[in-house]
T-cell receptor, first 112, second 113 residues
Framework: DQQVKQNSPSLSVQEGRISILNCDYT??????FLWYKKYPAEGPTFLIS?????DKNEDGRFTVFLNKSAKHLSLHIVPSQPGDSAVYFC???????????FGKGTRLSVIA | DAGITQSPRHKVTETGTPVTLRCHQTENHRYMYWYRQDPGHGLRLIHY???????DKGEVSDGYSVSRSKTEDFLLTLESATSSQTSVYFC????????????FGEGSWLTVV
């Protein structure tokens, strides 16, 4: 029973264009959401987060959108760069006490 | 970078042998976690700790045990390694008092033959 779903295993985008990575969740108790980026042979690194009291959070080229009614969030990367090629994990939690639950990840390839 | 050190970084072991992975942090964070990453499964929580001697099971805890005798160290033990435990293991830390973000170590690659 997957609580956090990333239904696209992979995504290819042209350099300079927008990358949109999607994530769905089923647990309505989740109130904090994060995106992590992972390069091969390295640990995941924190990218951006959003609390359920917001519907958008922006940090440079990265923006996360949250649609609570649809239990859906997305990560937008604009403009995409070759260095953005990595696996992106969506994660969610109930900030009361539960550990993070991760999706299976989406492999983004940015083509020059 | 968060001060997290995992050891060993790479290990090959035989089926049935015990294996211990160590996570050491210098951030004095209360929470520590062990995740495993496998193709098609993403990151799955094995065990976590919310304080010295306080631990709890995660999603895939069978075959694993943990111990935390000091704030800075969190040990993951495979009592009798199996081939299904071949994986990459990531330690992570967080301090809920300053936010919900968790920070990962660089990983330990374990191969059980």
């Amino acid at each position: 029973d997957q609580q956090v779903k990333q239904n696209s295993p992979s995504l290819s985008v042209q350099e300079g264009r927008i990358s949109i990575l999607n994530c769905d969740y089923t647990n309505s108790m989740f109130d904090y959401f994060l995106w992590y980026k992972k390069y091969p042979a390295e640990g995941p690194t924190f990218l951006i987060s959003i609390s359920s009291i917001k519907d958008k959070n922006e940090d440079g080229r990265f923006t996360v959108f949250l649609n609570k009614s649809a239990k859906h969030l997305s990560l937008h990367i604009v403009p995409s760069q070759p260095g953005d090629s990595a696996v992106y994990f969506c994660a969610a939690m109930n900030s009361g006490n539960t550990p993070l639950v991760f999706g299976k990840g989406t492999r983004l390839s940015v083509i020059a | 970078d968060a001060g997290i050190t995992q050891s060993p970084r790479h290990k090959v072991t035989e089926t049935g042998t015990p294996v211990t992975l160590r996570c050491h942090q210098t951030e004095n964070h209360r929470y520590m976690y062990w995740y495993r990453q496998d193709p098609g499964h993403g990151l799955r929580l094995i065990h976590y700790s919310y304080g010295v001697k306080d631990t709890d099971k995660g999603e895939v805890s069978d075959g694993y045990s943990v111990s935390r005798s000091k704030t800075e160290d969190f040990l993951l033990t495979l009592e009798s390694a199996t081939s299904s435990q071949t994986s990459v293991y990531f330690c992570a830390i967080s301090d809920r008092g300053t936010g919900n973000t968790i920070y990962f170590g660089e990983g330990s690659w374990l191969t059980v033959v």
